[in-house]
């Protein structure tokens, strides 16, 4: 099987398992096990905790010791374990932690199947910024079809979801097996104890650039939390008004959500050109006003004619909300670093947003959303206009703070400098 193939498979499986259950999770918590708007939080915050050392700790390991591809497999196969207990799982605590388990063995296979990507690109002789995306849309993709199975068979208030992700990370276990093989840095004796560690790609945080990307990709990941958090459960909550009980935002809310993804599969196709044309910096700024847009579109969004069209809006807008930092970030770091640091730095970049960024937008949307409801009726709108603001506020800072050079070729160039 071609290497391109063998990619778009792994990218595939690797989205379906987390499009299984991410997005549905946090309603089936509310409405089927009755756990509070904290307690899902704490739940959700398990990834966030994760993320804060495993993706940068299995990066080390992927870059040092065992081949990415084979780590990879490993941890999805203790990933299907995890999800299956947590079908059977009713307790919030015990929840937290079989979840916080998963957690730690799924994130750092985001930033691996980066690098396992990354590496075999280069080794075939392709280049990353033109052949990863289309590579990356098979994700997104897979997370719409596994968003759609799960509304479709009835299944975002059941259990069910947890099972059909564990049955998806075993198949993408056993896949591993005939994924491109990932080279391992041979570290001198006479390097530092830095680089014999693995612990390289902190030392980005020495570059003022970097850093405050870091810091804001990780902001970011915090408005991406919330959204996957209460996005679902929002809709949701449409149906305690008789007036919308029938209509296909309540029956069906995933699919709505998964309005989001397809448009992500646009937003991913056009990365490169937006890379190359504007940068980082506005690429960026662009992420932070849809997440405005998207925040705001909900608060005002309702499943009335002209209100649908407003949650319509808010998926559309969705797709450059999420890729344009997620996944631009991801393609700036592989550019800005050496390739002797390509795993660690991947996962430095996903501790940023999927640890510090995911954990503290779980818990603290969680308490905002508690602090708005009354009586069990939640107030949305306000709560959204809350997000809404954050994301003005990072816009507005970002824009002032953060420099860059103006096109891609001398980022290029800086980072062969460098290396």
Not at 14 to 39: A, D, N, P, R
Not at 69 to 83: E, K, P, S, T, W
Not at 201 to 210: E, I, N, R
Request: charged share 10%.
């Amino acid at each position: 099987m071609a290497i391109l193939s063998r990619l778009k498979i792994m990218m595939f499986l690797q989205f379906f398992i987390w499009g299984s259950w991410l997005v549905t999770f946090g309603s089936y918590m509310i409405g089927t096990l009755e756990f509070t708007g904290t307690q899902v939080g704490i739940v959700y915050s398990s990834a966030g905790i994760a993320a804060l050392f495993m993706p940068s700790l299995v990066g080390i390991i992927a870059d040092r010791w065992v081949k990415a591809n084979r780590l990879y497999g490993v941890l999805h196969f203790l990933g299907a374990i995890a999800l299956f207990i947590a079908a059977k799982t009713t307790d919030s605590s015990t929840m937290f932690w079989v979840m916080f388990f998963n957690a730690m063995v799924y994130m750092p296979t985001l930033a691996l199947s980066n690098t396992i990507s990354y590496s075999s690109l280069e080794k075939a002789g392709l280049d990353t910024t033109k052949d990863f995306p289309p590579i990356r849309v098979f994700g997104t993709i897979a997370f719409i079809l596994a968003m759609w199975s799960i509304s479709l068979g009835g299944f975002e208030l059941s259990n069910m979801q947890l099972y059909i992700a564990s049955g998806a990370a075993f198949l993408l276990a056993l896949f591993s097996l005939v994924l491109p093989d990932c080279p391992i840095s041979n570290i001198k004796k006479d390097k530092s104890l830095v680089s014999r560690m693995g612990l390289d790609a902190f030392v980005l945080f020495k570059q003022k650039k970097m850093a405050i990307f870091f810091i804001f990709a990780m902001l970011l990941g915090a408005a991406l939390q919330i959204n996957i958090t209460f996005g679902n459960p929002f809709l949701h909550d449409f149906g305690l008004n008789p007036e919308y009980t029938d209509s296909l935002v309540v029956k069906y809310p995933a699919i709505l959500s998964s309005m989001g993804q397809i448009s992500e599969v646009f937003f991913i196709l056009a990365i490169p050109f937006f890379l190359r044309k504007f940068g980082i910096k506005k690429v960026m700024i662009i992420s932070m006003v849809a997440w405005v847009l998207r925040f705001g579109f909900f608060a005002y969004g309702n499943p009335s004619s002209g209100g649908f069209i407003l949650l319509l809006l808010s998926m559309v807008v969705y797709g450059a909300a999420f890729d344009f930092f997620n996944i631009s970030g991801s393609m700036f770091v592989e550019q800005e670093v050496d390739t002797r640091m390509r795993a660690s730095a991947q996962g430095l970049f996903m501790t940023m947003v999927n640890g510090v960024g995911t954990y503290l937008g779980a818990v603290i949307s969680g308490v905002i959303v508690d602090y708005f409801t009354v009586d069990g009726i939640i107030n949305w709108q306000t709560v959204w206009l809350v997000f809404a603001a954050y994301a003005a506020i990072l816009a507005v800072i970002f824009a002032v703070s953060f420099k860059e050079k103006n096109n891609r070729v001398e980022m290029k160039n800086d980072a062969k400098l460098s290396a």
